[in-house]
């Protein structure tokens, strides 16, 4: 098993710019979840997934669009870029009733200019 | 409303000496309480968990926590720090509902040779 895999590692945009970052599980995991770590700020919750089809906000979703059509993949969408949301991105995901352990992803490095 | 508060940002401790990272909770229900540890360039990766059962919970590496109701706390011990220890930890809290997990600002640790 891969576990969670996060495409792409690293990344660069202008100010304006879109993008999406994939997240990917062959856990057959449930819920899945994007979150920003920022230094000093722990990880703070973008939005999640609760199953194939349905997605919810989390602490911090403005600026952030996110899909779960398939249930293995969970994308984030940042439509127009800015310099806040420069930092390293996480997708974790836990299986259906074991809410505890979330399985991690290796992090995508944004960097907005 | 959840949060997690954890005491030093950053920790060093020699190598053989006692490790202990503090955390302190606020939660308006009995709560789910975990430790992540990040090494560098990783996704975090669960030590242990405190679901409920015994107050004292093991977890791997040799590190361990002890709930403590009446302090509010959840502090985490290792006797002898190793330097593959070193690394940034993070406490979390969870109510009852599995979208709800929130992160501490993490303590960085470091071992001294």
């Known amino acids: ?6 495409t792409p590692k690293f990344r660069v945009l202008k100010t304006g710019q879109s993008m999406t970052l994939l997240c990917a599980q062959d856990m057959n995991h449930e819920y899945m ?16 997934s609760v ?4 997605t919810a906000k989390g602490e911090v979703p403005d600026g952030y669009n996110v899909s779960r059509l398939k249930k293995q993949n969970f994308l984030l969408g940042l439509e127009s870029a800015a310099p806040s949301q420069t930092s390293v991105y996480f997708c974790a995901s836990t299986p259906s009733g074991s809410p505890y352990e979330q399985y991690f992803g ?8 | ?3 997690v508060t954890q005491l030093g940002s950053h920790v060093s401790v020699s190598e053989g000496a006692l490790v202990l990272l503090r955390c302190n909770y606020s939660s308006s229900v009995p709560p789910y309480l975990f430790w992540y540890v990040q090494y560098p360039n990783q996704g975090l990766q669960l030590l242990l968990k405190y679901t ?3 107050t004292l919970v093991k977890g791997i590496n040799g ?9 509010t706390s959840f502090h985490l011990t ?4 190793h330097m593959s220890d070193a690394a940034e930890y993070f406490c979390a809290v969870s109510e009852t509902s599995y979208d709800k997990v929130i992160f501490g600002p993490g303590t960085s640790l470091s071992v001294i040779p």
Do not use: C
């Open chain 2, 1 to 3: 409303a959840q949060s």
């Open chain 1, 51 to 54: 199953g194939e089809g349905t």
């Open chain 2, 63 to 71: 590190f361990e926590a002890e709930f403590k109701k009446s302090e």
């Open chain 2, 78 to 81: 290792k006797p002898s720090a």
């Open chain 1, 106 to 113: 290796p992090g995508t490095r944004l960097t907005v200019t």
């Open chain 1, 33 to 48: 979840y994007w979150y920003r770590q920022d230094p000093g700020m722990g990880l703070r919750l973008i939005h999640y």
């Open chain 2, 52 to 54: 409920s059962a015994a």
């Open chain 1, 1 to 6: 098993n891969a576990g969670v895999t996060q």
